[in-house]
């Protein structure tokens, strides 16, 4: 019998190259989608950035910062084929590491209000509600407010 090799998902660092597939994908799943210029900015600023990749296709992303024993979520992105595998939620929990390896004391994260089911992962991990960004984000024709989350590591 001949061994198949399947290639199976993987996490990675993301680099420049990979930016034309990770704004597709930003674009698709964001209203208010951030720009090439500031996924380019995270990597040159020594931001953590990760890729979610199949068989040099990639599907998710993410971007923390980690300094004075606290993590920030700056973005996190799945593509829309890929949600409700589990990817986001493998992600994060990589970004978690991440942070512990650190020796960060904290994540912090914002998530739109009207954002239940991102809400609803950031929970189900551990993060708490600790506060409220009133009209943070830009909405259509208006602002919505941010719900401030933390996971105590
Ligand atoms: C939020 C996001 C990253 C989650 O990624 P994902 O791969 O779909 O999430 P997972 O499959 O790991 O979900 C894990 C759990 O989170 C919760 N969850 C995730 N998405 C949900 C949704 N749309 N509705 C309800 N619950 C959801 C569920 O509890 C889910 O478990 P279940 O599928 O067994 O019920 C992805 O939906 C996404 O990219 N959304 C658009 C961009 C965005 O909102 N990013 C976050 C900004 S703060």
Known sequence: MSAQLKEMPGIRHMIMTDLDEVIVIEQEVFL???TLGNF???MSSGYH???L???GCIF???VM???SGEAHMLTLGVAAGWQREGWGEKLLQH???LAKVHHARSVFLEVRESNL???RLYERIGFRRVATRTSYYPAMGRREDAIVMELTL
């Open 60 to 62: 998710g992303y993410g």
């Open 53 to 55: 990749e199949l068989a």
């Open 49 to 51: 950035c990760y890729v």
């Open 65 to 67: 910062t980690i300094g």
């Open 32 to 34: 208010f989608p951030w």
């Open 117 to 119: 089911g991102a809400a």
């Open 95 to 97: 970004f978690i590491c």
């Open 40 to 42: 380019g900015d995270s």
